[in-house]
């Protein structure tokens, strides 16, 4: 009997390994997914942004296929938030950025010093590919750093926070080293307000010019001292003060708000991003109607919108598919102020949103290996 129950005993065990065997065939021959080691890997390198920060941890992440990239808000005002850029938002992004260095004396194969890495992912490395400029970053967060990278880096452009670049060289001159400093610069002001000091110390600093650059992670550059760098950007008025202006990008507006008047730096400007506002409105865009095929689409792609850009949009209960898109941004939630806004070019960037929705949609999850049911 002992002999028997110990032969059936291998029968199983052979069994069990053959069924084993042929699983780890089936998996070999029919796998869908990648695993971990064939996963494609987006470094912090590959999207040069390869730079130190005062306040970051680096950690790797999963991010989702459909997404051309991840950042994060800068958090000057409240925790930063992460921010999903879909691919069909990037040619809108890489336009604002090619006129921001039309707008610079730039040669190809210029360097830009970023003293705040992240801000590299509001060009998109794209667009610096395309014009042939290159970031160097600096080798830690701080004004010593910065000092040395002026004085030995061949580099043409600054980018940074006024604050931090004014006080840079501040110390330079009190150091005795501003001779040391290049003859020439192009300090890009970005990442908070101009610091107005700033503009003070380079009217001695011959060779060195100063714009304002406006912008943010969600929606790319949007203003060179004041001038407006995309077609689908309008200022809305705040509904009780006619001088306060909040920028509309493409129908989602951002949440800085701006006095209206023209900018420190150029007469033309039309946002004065150097002089903020307390505007305290909040703005949602309602969906009036948009090119998709029925209210289900639009409403996905409201919250898509609200999940990557931190922006609400809702669906009108009187929502029309297939029409040309027209929005109602309302302040506050008081339908009654609503604002009008109408396709195409006042709506492009809500447009592109749009449209990566339906795009997603087209290539729904059939592997196996996500059905949750």
């Known amino acids: 009997m002992g002999d028997e129950n110990h032969r059936r005993a291998l029968e199983e065990e052979t069994s069990y390994k053959a069924s084993l065997k042929e699983l780890e065939r089936m998996e070999q021959l029919c796998r869908t997914a990648p695993s971990f080691p064939e996963m494609e890997q987006r470094s912090l390198a590959q999207k040069w942004m390869d730079g130190p920060t005062a306040a970051h941890v680096r950690e790797e992440v999963h991010v989702p296929k459909n997404y051309a990239y991840m950042a994060f808000t800068t958090g ?3 925790f930063q938030t992460p921010v999903g850029v879909v ?11 090619a006129e921001v260095f039309r707008r610079l004396p730039l040669s190809k194969g210029d360097k830009i010093l970023v003293t705040y890495a992240p801000l590299v992912s509001v060009f ?34 600054t980018v940074g926070e006024s604050s931090f670049l004014r006080a840079a060289l501040e110390d330079a001159f009190r150091l005795g080293i501003g001779g040391l400093l290049p003859k020439r610069m192009i300090l890009l002001a970005a990442g908070t307000p101009l610091d107005s000091r700033l503009s003070e110390i380079l009217e001695g600093q011959k060779g060195w010019e100063l714009h304002d650059l406006y912008g943010c992670q969600e929606f790319g550059w949007l203003a060179f ?6 077609p689908d950007i309008r200022l809305i008025e705040h509904p009780k003060e006619p001088d306060v202006v909040y920028p509309a990008v493409g129908a989602l507006v951002v949440g800085d708000s701006f006095r209206k008047g023209s900018h420190c730096l150029n007469s033309e400007g039309r946002l004065v991003t150097h002089a903020p506002a307390e505007g305290g409105v909040s ?8 090119r998709v095929e029925n209210v289900l689409t639009a409403r996905r792609a409201a919250k898509s919108i609200l999940r990557i850009k931190s922006r609400i949009v809702r669906v009108s209960e009187n929502f029309v598919p297939g ?5 109602k941004l309302i302040p506050d939630a008081r339908q009654e102020q609503g604002i009008i806004l109408e396709g195409p070019e006042a709506t492009m960037l809500l447009d592109s949103l749009v449209e990566a929705q339906k795009n997603y ?13």
Not at 131 to 140: C, G, I, S
Not at 323 to 327: F, I, L, S
């Open 76 to 78: 000057t005002s409240a």
């Open 87 to 97: 691919y069909e938002e990037l040619e809108g992004r890489r336009q604002a950025a």
């Open 124 to 157: 998109s490395r794209g667009a610096l590919e395309e014009a042939k400029l290159r970031p160097v970053f600096l080798e830690r967060s701080s004004r010593e750093a910065l000092l040395l990278a002026w004085c030995r880096e061949d580099v043409t452009v």
């Open 225 to 230: 001292d004041g001038i407006l760098l995309r």
């Open 283 to 290: 703005w949602e865009t309602q969906i009036l109607s948009c």
């Open 323 to 327: 029409g040309k898109t027209r929005v």
């Open 361 to 373: 949609q087209k290539n729904p999850k059939r592997d196996g290996t996500w059905v949750k049911r």
